[in-house]
């Protein structure tokens, strides 16, 4: 699965000293066109020797990065600026987050969507959801943390999120919606608090497990 490609891509060679810091400098584009990032010529996935912490938070119009293959990378930041907000598209690939995600669109709202082809998303750290949007991703996996800490709302829109680590919680003053079908599955595992006094949205269509 997610898992094993991950653990297969982070074994393939001797680790680096630290992740190699890539960040998105370009408008709408692939992610794999090496001239959107800052370590041009190389583009951010992690391989023999090398991982990457890789930022999306370019303050500008909105753009979208499109994932045109499978990705893995060790710590992922996505976030929203006042000019716009970014969107990223997993279209049907795979992406691994082996260690910590941050969504934060407190600012502008930023999308991760799979546009109904079915593209996944695996996080292995610690997750933090800040107004965050899910549109037709076919899974959202955290085997790690998970916090909700918004001001605003998180949305899943025909996404599934499925929480399978140790912890997860909902903290700050936003709602979290489950909209076309999107639900959140908590595991048996998964110790889940609630510290906000805010409230779980469900159009009819998803729903909480």
Known sequence: GLRAAAAMSACAGVASAGPIVSSWIGMSGNWTDAMNWSTDPVFPNNGVGQTFAVFIDVDQADYIVTLDQMITVDRLDLVGRALGRPTLD????????????????????????????????????????????????????????????????????????????????????????????????????????????????????????
């Open 90 to 209: 997993l279209t049907s690939n795979d992406l691994v987050i082996e260690g910590d995600f941050l969504f934060d669109g407190s600012t502008s709202r930023p999308v991760v969507f799979a546009g109904g082809a079915g593209g996944a998303l695996e996080i292995g750290g610690q997750a933090t959801l800040r107004n965050s949007v899910f549109e037709g991703v076919g899974s959202v996996t955290s085997v790690g943390a998970l916090v909700f800490d918004s001001d605003i709302c998180d949305d899943l829109c025909d996404t599934p999120l499925l929480l399978q680590g140790d912890t997860a919680q909902w903290n700050g003053s936003g709602d979290i919606r489950l909209l076309q079908g999107g639900s959140i599955t908590v595991s048996a595992a998964t110790s889940f608090t609630i510290n906000s006094a805010q409230t779980l949205l469900d159009d009819g269509v998803g729903g909480a497990e």
